[in-house]
């Protein structure tokens, strides 16, 4: 594997596991918002959808790491707000 490669996979990594962790956190400790288990996990699975595009094919312009590091912390936005509405 080569450095660069993995360093984009860090990025995406943290990105979701952080927003995972804050989404727990909310959830969890500070009691703002009541979340199930499926919900809190939803930007884990926006990077399990980097993971497996990325083994092969035409990659757009918009296909970066940095792109995926952002929906995975949209997705976490999304699920807080929803969960705060609802």
Known sequence: M???RAREDVVVAASAG???IALALFS???G???LAT???LAPLA???AYLFSRKG???GSIDRPRTWA???AAVGAVVLVVAAVA
Do not use: H, N, R, S
């Open 28 to 30: 969890g400790v500070a």
């Open 38 to 40: 499926l919900p809190t």
């Open 46 to 48: 926006v990077y399990a």
């Open 32 to 34: 703002v918002v009541d």
């Open 2 to 4: 080569e450095l660069e």
């Open 18 to 20: 952080a927003t995972t």
């Open 57 to 59: 094919g035409p990659y």
């Open 70 to 72: 952002i929906a995975a």
